[in-house]
């Protein structure tokens, strides 16, 4: 079996594909698929903004109510590679429906939960669950659409993740401020709704399937990996980084993942292809990722919190939360703008360098960042700029995945990819809140940053894009990107 796809071999015939697919029906297959996946990355931020006002409304304290952030992310970081395999074995628009149906459980469930903080937060690890929802979908678009129609609709579905995540910051900023954040999970049970029915009967199933059986002690030591790694990096900062739970948490991890690849190497049939993702491209694209999620979330965590911060720091706005949340919206908008362009892109230029010119407008908005915050409509501004970045790179990301990987395992390669983005997003949100707790003024009895504590996270976001740039400038180029 090939590692790499031969250009004039593509994933299904292209007699069968165009037997059953019309430009029409493409475009519609791609809007259903899509709109699951964007929902599934609203819920990962729509509560993020509330995250000052759940604490009266549940009874609970704040620490306890950041616990709906994190059910969710190791929820989600558990259920990709998982679902990913099982994608590749039975069937991928089968694993898509079924993780499309955990979002509408969880949902419905949230929707319903009242003020029990308890069945909250089952709900919200359930709809964790369903993360797996944006790499089965570039997956199936992948081996479903024409050549012609692949890279945008890859980059679409893969754009849906920074898209959703800065759309559902003014989203729960809305319904903070003007209505019951319950509602929240009547939208995400209501569109994933939708989406299950729309694919069940639009979509068909992928041509390649392997079968095979699940590796049980490679599901049970992976999924024990993560665990010990999110929860540390989520608590961090409340706990501190030299609790022994920290600590303790960190070195399970480390041993579990020693075990996870010594048991992947012995099997025939393993969860992980440990051949394939040595591979250069692979490792480069990967590593890219990681540092873009970190990129992406920490623009997240440090816009809210700049712009709602009191003028007497002597850089904040005194924002609303919807306020903040909205200085977010340009970053959704210049996602979804120029995710066509990126496809055009990938095809002219080739994806990785596709890639290493979304580093390199990633950069210059961190840049920005730095020098120019005096406005709030510059801060707005940058965050666009930071956006459109991450939108050209995270089109080209699971084109370069999917070249680079046999038929067989890429919905298992894209949720991978789509992992390294997640822990990327804990490792910005651990640091982040580390570096904003350590340099902190006291304004009529509250502590907040100071200014260089931003500054110096704005350094940093601006160090792992240019890095994330050069890593993308050695990947190798794929001889023909109309092939992918």
Known sequence: MPLAHDPQAPLAPEEDIARHTSPGRARLEVALIGGASLTVALTQTVLVPL?????????????????????????????IPLFGRL????????????????????SVLGALAGDNLAVLLVARAIQGAAGATISLG????????????????????????????????????????????????WIAAAVGALSFVGILLVVPEAP????????????????????????????????????????????VSAALTTVFVRSQRRVTDPLVDLVALRRKPIVLTNLSSLLFGAALFASLIATTTYVEAPEATGYGFGASTMGGALTMLPMAIAMLLLT??????????????????GAGIVALGWLARVFFSAEIWMIA??????????????????????????????????????????????????????????????????????????????WICFGASVLALLVALRIPRQADPRAL
């Open 51 to 79: 995250l000052g006002v759940l604490p009266a409304q549940l009874d609970a304290t704040a620490s306890e109510v950041t616990w709906l952030l994190t059910v969710t992310l190791i929820a989600s970081a558990v259920s």
């Open 87 to 106: 994608g590749d074995m039975f069937g991928k628009r089968r694993m898509l429906l079924i993780s499309i149906a955990i979002l509408v459980a969880g």
């Open 138 to 185: 570039i997956s199936l678009c992948a081996a479903l659409l024409p050549h012609d129609k692949r890279p945008g609709a890859m980059a679409f579905i893969s754009a849906t993740i920074g898209i959703g995540s800065a759309l559902g910051m003014p989203l729960g900023g809305i319904f903070g401020e003007h209505s019951d954040f319950h509602h929240l999970f």
């Open 208 to 251: 390649s399937r392997t079968g095979g059986r699940v590796h049980v002690m490679g599901v049970v030591t992976l999924s024990g990996a993560l665990v010990t790694l999110l929860l540390p990096l989520a608590q961090a900062p409340t706990w501190g980084w030299g609790d022994p739970w920290t600590i303790g948490l960190l070195l």
């Open 340 to 357: 066509p362009l990126s496809a055009r892109l990938i095809i002219g230029w080739g994806a990785h360098y596709t890639l290493a010119l």
């Open 381 to 458: 501004a940058a965050t666009g700029v930071i956006g459109a970045g991450t939108a050209i790179a995270y089109a080209a990301m699971p084109a370069l995945i999917t070249a680079n990987t046999p038929s067989s395992e890429i919905a298992a390669a894209n949720g991978l990819n789509t992992l390294f983005r997640a822990l990327g997003s804990s490792l910005a949100s651990a640091a982040g809140s580390t570096i904003l707790a350590m340099q902190v003024i006291d304004i009529d009895g509250h502590e907040m940053p100071e200014w260089t504590a931003f500054r110096t996270l704005f």
